[in-house]
């Protein structure tokens, strides 16, 4: 293949994680927007916001184009964690915007050179720090992926609304009927290899 092949294959693959991403967003109020959903306070417009910040560090200063709204990121100042929350301050469309300049400046650092083009993580370990272009799309594409994956279970928390895209859930067309009974025989299944002896399915005796 190509390196201008290649390159096109990822970009897709980055593109379908950063489409989920937003799309996740759709039809939630502020509040929902922004709840966090997990012990660790994972929240959808917060996850939006982290992989803006991704973008614009592993393709602005990773490969000599350094963005200055980036700079907090890179250089680890502020509370932790400040960069997967939005503030009340910020609004949803701020954070949407700054991703769609984070996709902008990415792209056109893709665009620009070659897939073996050399760079340098300065937050990485010394051992690693130099990478290529090919490397840092990988990177950031399960990057944004794994938040995708992040985004699906919160949303899914937080209206139970599912699926892989928004013309294509890529679930069995069953009703809630069919979604309570699943689960149900899922918990059932769980409940059974809990009592069952290790490493194997319930006595018959047990059944």
Known sequence: MTDTGAK???RRDLQA???AMLWKLDGLSEYDARRPMTPTGTNLLGLVKHVAYVEMGYFGAVFGRPLEEARPWIEDEGEPNWDMWATAAESREEVVALYRRAWAHADA?????????????SWWQPASRDVTLHRI???VIAETHRHAGHADIVRELVDGAAGLRANNSNLPAGDR????SYRNKLESAAKDAAQA????????SER
């Open 197 to 204: 002896p290790s490493g194997g399915s319930p006595r018959a």
């Open 109 to 121: 650092t893709i665009e620009r050179l070659p897939l073996d083009a050399p760079g340098v993580v």
């Open 8 to 10: 096109a294959d990822l």
């Open 17 to 19: 994680g950063r489409d």
């Open 177 to 180: 009927a069919w979604w309570e």
């Open 137 to 139: 799309l990988v990177h």
